[in-house]
């Protein structure tokens, strides 16, 4: 744009003002040149190209709306279980993802940073054991505990992305979902589009 101070990473994805011609929207994106040179951009830059690709369609872009409450209390963590367990159906279905520190569950530096849980369109909950600093946000073990009886509650399936990293973290914290999990977004991939990508991101935007 011609605006020195104004940073890719601030803007990419996300149709803005043309700051010199009124009336003009840009979508700012990786050059082709730059994601030959950095490959693990490719990702982030095909999906903002799916998203041209839906503006072009639709004449909008519709993105995300969730609202993420992040509990750091048990009080808190608790109200979140019994507001998702409240609905009348058969079963609840309980998407999951967690963020970790460290290469894998057995890395002897590996924590759980949070646990992220959601059954409505939306509205999802950040369980936050840690803040950034590897400073606790609140008692591990009674967090765990009421997060291992949620999961295996009777009305309660999964679904997720790679889920079996998740329950290898899940595992070494008491917490089996083996029996629980009904599909998996990212084998489901494989078997449709066993080209890829099988990244979380782009498999949202798709």
Known sequence: CGHDQMALSDYRGILIDHPDIPGVKIFPTFSPAHVL?????????????????????????????????????????QAAIDATLQSTDEHVVVSIDMEWHGKHWMDPEGYVRTFQFTAAVGMGVVVEFYDENKNPMLDNDAAWAMIRDFLNHPKVVIIGQNVISDGQWLMSYGIDIREKVIYDTMLAEHTINPLGPFGLEALTVK
């Open 37 to 77: 040179m950095v490959p693990s951009t490719k990702h982030e830059c095909d999906s903002d190209w799916r998203l041209i690709a839906l503006l072009q369609q639709k004449g909008k872009i519709e993105y995300d709306k969730t609202e993420a409450f992040v509990v750091n209390s048990l009080d808190d963590l």
